[in-house]
């Protein structure tokens, strides 16, 4: 399997050093070492210049700023009450990759706090080596990316259960995923950005994709996370604005609301103000999504690594 095209790991870290939990818990020196004598670049793009000065005093980490340019042109064509600058990061992100011709861009947001496996119907914390893991994926994504048609593919989230075997389908990746960047393509709109990629995807014959039952990912709780976009979000809740544009435009595949009463999927017991969406995906996008068999037997191969190391170590 083909592993030679231009690649670029990229963290949103809109967040100061201190708190982008991603960088610290697992992009940590030695990994970034591994990614660069493997060929593959890694940045930190921020629209956040406190942060950004921040970041430029870490050795050997190059800092991408959101130039005045871009943030015009962001701002120009959205369509919501409020911008979300998570998603203009998101954009800086992907024009970098495209000036500089990466061929694939993993996405990562700066609140990533945990990774599992899934191995005998339970979804265990990865904690021997987590960093090892982390790029272990990162690898893992990549080589997806190169031997399918998809535009993007990334784990579950930890707050879905896992059903069924290992598998990759077609889907809605969020916060952790590779991009097979697009010269066409913009991230856009104050919110739900990720998901505006999948459908631009799956109306391009490229499905974004999952992979499904053997790995996961977690993020700060909704309720404890105030910073970052998180504080945006709470503002648009309020208004009912979240996800306004992306239901306008594709109603038979985002629909939204608000709760009011309902407890979080995550580890807070209180019940608070949340957003609540339901995705459906055409049916054509899981007949459209190609990708390489073996690649199950790749995934099934990595979960096992990492078992055993947590049994053993």
């Keep these: 399997m083909s592993s030679k095209n231009k690649k670029l ?3 949103l870290g809109g967040r100061p050093y201190m708190d982008n939990l991603t960088l610290r818990r697992f992009l940590i020196p030695p990994v970034r070492a591994k990614l660069k004598k493997e060929g593959i670049d890694f940045i930190i793009a921020t629209n956040n210049k406190t942060a950004a000065k921040d970041y430029k005093k870490i050795k050997d980490i190059k800092v991408v700023e959101t130039s005045d340019k871009l943030h015009n042109e962001f701002m120009s064509r959205q369509k919501e009450s409020k911008a979300n600058l998570g998603a203009e990061t998101r954009e800086t992100i ?3 990759a495209k000036k500089n011709n990466y061929e694939y861009a993993i996405h990562l947001d700066d609140n990533i706090t945990q990774i599992f496996y899934h191995k005998n119907k339970k979804n265990p914390t990865i904690k021997q080596n987590k960093p090892q893991a982390f790029y272990e994926i990162i690898k893992l994504l990549f080589l997806i990316s190169e031997n399918s048609n998809t535009g993007a593919v990334g784990l579950m989230m930890s707050a879905f259960p896992c059903t069924g075997s290992v598998n990759i389908t077609a889907g809605f ?3 952790f995923f590779c991009h097979k960047v697009d010269k066409d393509f913009k991230f856009e709109n104050a919110t739900e950005d990720d998901i505006l990629m999948s459908i631009y995807n799956g109306e391009n014959n490229k499905p974004s994709c999952i992979i499904r039952n053997a790995l996961l990912y977690g993020k700060t709780g909704k309720k404890t996370s105030i910073d970052g976009n998180r504080k945006l979000y709470n503002e648009m809740l309020k208004e009912n604005k979240r996800g306004e544009y992306a239901e306008e435009m594709y109603p038979d595949i985002y629909t939204r609301k608000v709760s009011y009463m309902v407890k979080s999927s ?5 019940p608070f103000l949340q957003h609540k969406h339901q995705v459906k995906k055409p049916k054509n ?11 199950i037997n790749n995934i099934k191969e990595l979960v096992d690594k990492i078992h055993k190391r947590e049994i053993n170590d």
């Design 9 to 11: 790991v990229a963290i």
């Design 94 to 96: 992907n024009d970098y």
């Design 173 to 175: 990746p969020y916060s």
């Design 266 to 270: 995550t580890m807070q017991k209180d």
């Design 285 to 295: 996008w899981d007949k459209e999504l190609d990708f390489d068999k073996e690649l």
